[in-house]
């Protein structure tokens, strides 16, 4: 069975720095894309990054450009989601999906249980 477990959020004040840590088990870690959401109460999952193992290609909401970086990690099946600069803006519960692909929040197949991530001003 496919799981993906998050880890890393907490609270930060502005401008502060977390590292995000999504560990899969039970795929074929190399075959997929993993992408990062975030949502906030009463809001849709917005995307916020995401990395296809299979190529390294990264894509990233404009909201993030320049101040989040994805990058995995094979051997460890994780994928990092590395939060510089942090805006009151970016709080939200963070989740990172599996699938063949980036895709849109509704066509993810596996996802973890979400980290929250509290950026104070």
């Known amino acids: 069975e496919a799981q993906l477990v998050e880890s890393g959020g907490g609270l930060v004040q502005t401008g502060g720095s977390l590292t995000l840590s999504c560990a899969g088990s039970g795929f074929t870690f190399d075959d997929y894309a993993i992408g990062w959401f975030r949502q906030t109460p009463g809001k849709e999952p917005e995307g916020v990054s995401c990395i296809v193992n299979a190529t390294g290609r990264t894509y990233y909401a404009d909201s993030v450009k320049g101040r989040f970086t994805i990058s995995s990690d094979s051997a460890k099946t994780t994928v990092y989601l590395q939060m510089n600069s942090l805006k009151p803006d970016d709080t939200a519960v963070y989740y990172c999906?599996?699938?063949?692909?980036?895709?849109?929040?509704?066509?993810?197949?596996?996802w973890g249980q979400g980290t929250q991530v509290t950026v104070s001003s």
């Open positions: 999906a599996a699938d063949w692909g980036c895709f849109d929040a509704d066509e993810y197949d596996y």
